[in-house]
């Protein structure tokens, strides 16, 4: 089968859905048809599966989420090569969102993150960048409205069946099949369930699937929207020029941190061709220490905020809202199960943490790559026992966990920057051994044709870990111990931060040549040169995991 051309996939109708009663079920129900949803949908479609998409929306729509890791772009390889939809594979670059996509979408060269305290310009000395690899490749800062709608018209041109602005009002989970009922009276039947709705999940929400309370520690409220006229934060700052990252701020994503708080900025026009002057801002802050302000409107109670910082207050100066403010409660949720008989609760409709680490879309494409398999032999097979899923659970429920680990952490580090610049070291060592694991699994199916190398990254001992080793792990887990001694009191910030820098000098793993074991390298840049370096490195080192995550290929193996 011929992979679909999605030159023109606005010029795309959506097909109507074949209710219950005309034709065989479909193999696969999925609700939802945001990236989740469309890229589960692409590849079962475009396998031979016949495959239902409903929506209670419809494309094009507004959608935050616009980040992506280097892990994101490798897993969106990963899964392109795998299941061959080189759709989703376009997605994986700047330039090929470009062009396959359009020119709305925003260049990300880096993380960026600087310190703020109230009253005060930002100590250039308490900012931290990680540069995504060259060799990676310069992600995007998607458009969603674009992006999505330019997914669910490939899934489409596959195959899939679709139903826009389609209300479920029921579903009916049996032993031999599931039934979707929407509120116009339609009823579709199919062999499994996929729900990647949201927050709103209609298959949480009947089955009481949603823990209450949640189980996560992280807690933050959002207010944000999109704006037109952010000028660049580079040009707002005096700061020596030793003291500048190797790239500009605003050619990535901007993290400005406080106390229980961050705000993000995505420009979306940041390179020359850009076509969209919009900019996506938003604030996370922990309710806990900074309660709504009822009293204020959430556009009010953003600039209070704002107006803390002196250089943030220059750098939104001017800057004009172009859609609603969205004002939030508490974000975080969890659910106590995500897989059952013929069901899976997929992704953000499983539980949702915060857009800190960019961790959303990464985490949707492990689901995404270790359920399609899973998913394809038991809908051969006809088999659709929990237990063949259970890996697919664990995974789930893994990636929520370490996240809001790793996030709560951060929460607590973000009044300290010597201990939040331990948080950053832990994060972005493992966003980059995390990425060329799965690299290397590429370049290995590539070279034999054989998945099993693929299927070999589900991990039994630590589902979720983005560096699934034993001594991350450790260390790991050390700095979330700390951490929490810190918040209840036990130990103060200098010490938990000295604790931590003498861990991690000592950790022979933690990839040198970059420079996350010097205090003193705030600006990591994985340069040819120097991965080159890391992998020369690699080669000897005495953990035989390291030197495969490290590796290009399988010829490089002892």
Same mark, same amino acid.
């Given at each position: 089968?011929?992979p679909?051309?999605?030159?023109d996939?606005?010029?795309t109708p959506?097909?109507?859905?074949?209710?219950?009663?005309?034709?065989?079920?479909?193999?696969v129900i999925?609700?939802?048809?945001?990236?989740?949803g469309?890229?589960l949908g692409?590849?079962?479609?475009?396998?031979?599966? @016949?495959?239902? /998409?409903l929506?209670?929306?419809?494309?094009?729509?507004? $959608?935050? +989420?616009?980040?992506?890791? !280097?892990?994101? %772009?490798?897993?969106?390889?990963?899964?392109a090569?795998?299941?061959?939809?080189?759709?989703?594979?376009?997605?994986?670059?700047?330039?090929?969102t470009?062009?396959?996509?359009?020119?709305s979408?925003?260049?990300?060269?880096?993380?960026?993150?600087?310190i703020h305290?109230?009253?005060?310009?930002?100590?250039?000395?308490?900012?931290?960048q990680?540069r995504?690899p060259?060799?990676?490749?310069?992600?995007?800062?998607?458009?969603?409205?674009?992006?999505?709608?330019?997914?669910?018209?490939?899934?489409?041109?596959?195959?899939?069946?679709a139903?826009?602005?389609?209300?479920v009002? @029921?579903?009916? /989970?049996?032993?031999d099949?599931?039934?979707?009922?929407? $509120?116009? +009276?339609?009823?579709y039947? !199919?062999?499994? %369930?996929v729900?990647?709705s949201?927050?709103?999940?209609?298959?949480?929400?009947?089955?009481?699937?949603?823990?209450v309370?949640?189980?996560?520690?992280?807690?933050a409220?959002?207010?944000?929207t999109?704006?037109?006229?952010?000028?660049?934060?580079?040009?707002h700052?005096d700061?020596?020029a030793?003291?500048?990252?190797p790239v500009?701020?605003?050619?990535?994503?901007?993290?400005?941190?406080?106390?229980?708080g961050w705000?993000?900025?995505i420009p979306?026009?940041?390179?020359?061709?850009?076509?969209?002057?919009?900019?996506s801002?938003?604030?996370?802050?922990?309710?806990?220490?900074?309660?709504e302000?009822?009293?204020?409107t959430?556009?009010?109670?953003f600039?209070l905020?704002?107006?803390?910082?002196?250089?943030?207050?220059?750098?939104?100066a001017g800057a004009?809202?172009?859609r609603?403010?969205?004002?939030?409660?508490?974000?975080?949720?969890?659910?106590?199960?995500t897989?059952?008989?013929?069901?899976c609760?997929?992704?953000?409709?499983?539980?949702?943490?915060?857009p800190?680490?960019?961790?959303?879309?990464?985490?949707?494409?492990?689901?995404?790559?270790?359920?399609?398999?899973?998913?394809?032999d038991?809908?051969?097979?006809?088999?659709?026992s929990?237990?063949?899923?259970?890996?697919?659970?664990?995974?789930?429920?893994?990636?929520?966990?370490?996240?809001?680990?790793?996030?709560?952490s951060?929460?607590?580090?973000f009044?300290?920057?010597?201990?939040?610049?331990?948080?950053?070291?832990?994060?972005?060592?493992?966003?980059?051994?995390?990425?060329?694991?799965?690299?290397?699994?590429?370049?290995?199916?590539?070279?034999?044709?054989?998945?099993?190398?693929?299927?070999?990254?589900?991990d039994?001992r630590?589902?979720?870990?983005?560096?699934?080793t034993d001594?991350y792990?450790?260390?790991?887990?050390?700095?979330?111990?700390?951490?929490e001694?810190v918040?209840a009191?036990?130990?103060?910030?200098?010490e938990?931060?000295?604790?931590?820098?003498r861990?991690?000098?000592?950790?022979?793993?933690?990839?040198?040549a970059?420079?996350f074991t010097?205090?003193?390298?705030?600006?990591?840049?994985?340069?040819?040169?120097?991965?080159?370096?890391?992998?020369e490195?690699a080669?000897?080192h005495?953990?035989r995991?390291?030197?495969?995550y490290?590796?290009?290929?399988?010829?490089?193996?002892d």
């Open positions: 089968m011929k679909a051309d999605p030159a996939p606005a010029g959506a097909a109507a859905g074949t209710p219950a009663g005309t034709a065989e079920p479909y193999d999925i609700v939802g048809t945001g990236l989740s469309t890229m692409s590849i079962l479609a475009r396998h031979g599966f @016949r495959t239902l /998409l929506d209670g929306a419809q494309h094009p729509r507004f $959608a935050i +989420g616009e980040s992506t890791i !280097g892990q994101t %772009l490798a897993l969106l390889r990963l899964i090569q795998r299941y061959d939809v080189p759709e989703i594979g376009y997605l994986a670059s700047f330039p090929d470009v062009k396959h996509v359009g020119s979408h925003g260049q990300k060269t880096n993380f960026g993150f600087q305290q109230d009253g005060r310009e930002p100590d250039p000395s308490q900012s931290n990680l995504i060259e060799v990676i490749g310069y992600a995007a800062h998607y458009f969603r409205q674009d992006t999505d709608a330019y997914m669910f018209h490939t899934a489409v041109r596959y195959g899939c069946d139903r826009q602005n389609f209300r009002e @029921r579903l009916d /989970l049996r032993k099949g599931v039934s979707v009922a929407g $509120a116009d +009276g339609t009823v039947e !199919g062999r499994y %369930l729900d990647a949201g927050f709103r999940s209609p298959l949480a929400h009947q089955e009481g699937l949603r823990e309370p949640t189980r996560l520690k992280h807690q409220r959002s207010i944000f999109h704006f037109i006229g952010v000028q660049p934060y580079d040009d700052i700061v020596p030793g003291e500048r990252p500009r701020w605003n050619d990535g994503t901007m993290h400005h941190i406080f106390d229980r705000m993000w900025v979306f026009d940041n390179h020359e061709n850009a076509t969209n002057q919009l900019c801002v938003g604030i996370q802050i922990d309710p806990r220490t900074y309660p302000r009822s009293d204020l959430p556009e009010e109670e600039w905020h704002v107006r803390r910082f002196p250089a943030v207050e220059r750098h939104l004009r809202p172009v609603e403010w969205v004002r939030t409660g508490r974000m975080q949720y969890s659910s106590s199960r897989v059952g008989d013929r069901w609760l997929m992704s953000h409709a499983a539980g949702f943490l915060d800190l680490f960019s961790r959303g879309l990464a985490n949707t494409c492990e689901i995404i790559n270790t359920l399609s398999w899973r998913l394809m038991a809908l051969r097979e006809d088999d659709f929990p237990g063949r899923f259970e890996y697919v659970e664990r995974l789930e429920q893994g990636l929520l966990d370490y996240n809001d680990k790793l996030v709560n951060s929460f607590i580090a009044a300290d920057h010597r201990l939040w610049d331990c948080v950053f070291r832990l994060w972005g060592s493992a966003s980059i051994l995390g990425g060329r694991r799965l690299a290397t699994a590429i370049a290995r199916t590539v070279a034999t044709g054989d998945d099993a190398h693929c299927r070999a990254l589900d039994d630590y589902p979720g870990l983005w560096c699934p001594f792990h450790e260390l790991f887990t050390e700095l979330v111990e700390v951490c001694q918040e009191g036990r130990i103060g910030s200098e938990a931060a000295q604790r931590m820098q861990r991690i000098r000592e950790s022979d793993w933690m990839l040198p970059l420079g010097d205090p003193a390298t705030r600006f990591i840049d994985p340069t040819p040169a120097k991965m080159r370096e890391v992998g490195w080669r000897n005495a953990s995991e390291l030197r495969e490290l590796a290009i290929g399988h010829r490089e193996l």
